[in-house]
Structure formats: structure tokens, C-alpha cells
């Protein structure tokens, strides 16, 4: 099975994918080297693709397994398997947006996804672009001094941090006992499949950093957001019909942009992709976890 790949952007981050349908079955061969494009662009653009929900979950596990959402939304699937996106009214003429500021999907998870996948359904006539930044270069830029001060620090996410830019949408009764407890990450982490080292940052979800002060450690996630998000990491995303975008949650952040006339729907289908942890994430958090467990139950 062959198909076309071209990088999107000259630093490392997105590439198109045309010339195959995930509708039909894909050889081990293909598999392969598809997600070997994905860790090392970290964005696949997949264009032409038709899905319904049960094709879009197939096309999804070329990639992995599929990861539950922490909450439903729709009824897709009689589980939790696909999200939908979608600008709704909240009443007061306001729209809740998902994803509208810079973040990396469910790391308030111990076991975050390796990748999230969107399939437009609808789309606004302008706007409503994703974008995307490459965390393994915004690492390696960081000064030396930088580095070794972050090299071991771990950081608590909760469902929603009380220091969070934006609000999520509340969970209760049953939906709310599915919630994890809190995910214990480095700030540094190394990428499974690609051994590189990345910056790992959520400020949605990020709640504390262990064994500092919360006013230092918010200044060191704003200083390290700042830097991450510049021009020179991004990829932008100009939506499509037909393209199925699957990222990277470990080495890439991302966020949506409400810039688009709410009168217009958008509407997205989205999955996720189960992830692992690397050994080094599992050696670093070992003796943490148990107390920071006890001390902030989900
Ligand atoms: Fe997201």
C-alpha cells in the first residue's frame, strides 16, 4: 500500500498524508511506517477520508487501541469511545469552545493518550483553525540552566487546576466516579518511540509542581508556556472536509480557536489513542505517587 507524505511546515512538526483510504484494510507494512511518519512529525494531515464513527475508530486503532473519554458527550457509541466537538451555546449568547487555549489531552490521567484524532463533520466558512506546537524543539532550545533546573521536577494534574486559564465543562454522578486520580508527570519527559526529550506542559490541568511554592511554580509554567507557544514550533491547521488530523499528546500541545462567526456550527468527531508510559516517567514519579495519592483524591 503506497501513499504521498509532505512535510507542512520546515521545522519538524505536521505532515500530509494523501493517496490511501482508511476505510479499507491497512497491511503490517503500512502500519508501520505510518506510525514511524507520526513520531517523527508528530501531526499527521490525512486527507480525503469518509468516515462514520465506527470507520473513524478504525481508522484510529492503525495507531493503538482506543482510550475512553473521561465524559460523554453525544450518542455515538454506547461507551465513551467518540467525543464530539462542537461550539455550544451556554447560554447569555456565549459558547463554550473546547480546547481553546494551549494544552496536551487528558494529563490529569496517570496514563495519558499517545495521540488524539479529529474528523470534521461540519466546518464554518472561515476560521476555527487548530493549532499546534512542537515540544521537542521548544526542549531542546531551553537554556542549559534551564534544563538542569527542570530535569526533575514533576508536576500534579487534576481534572480541572484551580490556576486553569479557561473552564471545562463540570462532571458529576456517575461520569465524575470515572475520573482518575491525579496524573504525576515530569515536566521533562522522554517520547517512547522517538527517544527524544520533551517538554511536558498543561496549565489547564497542571496543579502544582511537588516541592515548590504554587506562586513560583506558576511562574515557571508561564515562562515555559511562553516559550513553547512561539511561531517557530507551530504548525496551523486550516480545516479541511475529509481530513482526519491525529496528533501527538505527548510531544506536541495544542488549541482551538474561536475566531469563527458563532451563528455557524462547527462539529468535530474526536477519539483518542491509549498511550504508555516511558520507564524514565515511571522511575521519576515511583516515590511520589503514593503520598501525593492520599494527600489529593480525585
Ligand atoms: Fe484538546
Redesign the pocket.
Known amino acids: 500500500m503506497s501513499y504521498q507524505l509532505n512535510p507542512l511546515t520546515s521545522h519538524g512538526i505536521g505532515a500530509e498524508v494523501r493517496g490511501i483510504d482508511l476505510t479499507q484494510p491497512v497491511d503490517d507494512a503500512t502500519r508501520k511506517q505510518l506510525n514511524a511518519e507520526f513520531a517523527r512529525y508528530h501531526v499527521l494531515v490525512i486527507r480525503n477520508q469518509k468516515f462514520g464513527t465506527e470507520q473513524f475508530m478504525a481508522a484510529g486503532r492503525v495507531f493503538g487501541e482506543i482510550m475512553p473519554h473521561h465524559r460523554k458527550s453525544g450518542d455515538f457509541t454506547s461507551d465513551t469511545s467518540v467525543f464530539e466537538i462542537f461550539n455550544q451555546p451556554i447560554g447569555d449568547g456565549k459558547y463554550y469552545i473546547a480546547?481553546e487555549t494551549f494544552?496536551t489531552?487528558h494529563s490529569n490521567d496517570p496514563v495519558p493518550p499517545k495521540a488524539?484524532s479529529l474528523h470534521p463533520i461540519t466546518l464554518p466558512s472561515k476560521g476555527g483553525d487548530t493549532q499546534f506546537v512542537n515540544m521537542h524543539n521548544a526542549y531542546d532550545d531551553l537554556s542549559e540552566a534551564m534544563k538542569k533546573r527542570i530535569d526533575k521536577l514533576i508536576a500534579v494534574h487534576v481534572y480541572v487546576s484551580k490556576y486553569s486559564p479557561r473552564a471545562l465543562m463540570k462532571v458529576d454522578g456517575d461520569q465524575a466516579k470515572k475520573i482518575p486520580p491525579p496524573g504525576l508527570h515530569p515536566l521533562v519527559r522522554i517520547h517512547p518511540e522517538n527517544g527524544r526529550k520533551y517538554l511536558y506542559l498543561n496549565p489547564v490541568r497542571m496543579e502544582a509542581i511537588i516541592g515548590m511554592p504554587d506562586d513560583a511554580a506558576l511562574a515557571l509554567i508561564g515562562e515555559l508556556m511562553a516559550h513553547a507557544t512561539q511561531k517557530k514550533y507551530e504548525y496551523r491547521h486550516q480545516w479541511q472536509y475529509g481530513d482526519m488530523v491525529i496528533w501527538d499528546n505527548r510531544s506536541v500541545m495544542?488549541q482551538a480557536n474561536a475566531d469563527y462567526d458563532m451563528n455557524e456550527t462547527r462539529r468535530l468527531y474526536r477519539i483518542m489513542i491509549k498511550g504508555q508510559l516511558h520507564p524514565s516517567d515511571t522511575a521519576a514519579t515511583r516515590d511520589v505517587r503514593v503520598n501525593v495519592e492520599q494527600r489529593m483524591p480525585a
Open positions: 480546547g494544552h489531552d488524539t495544542h
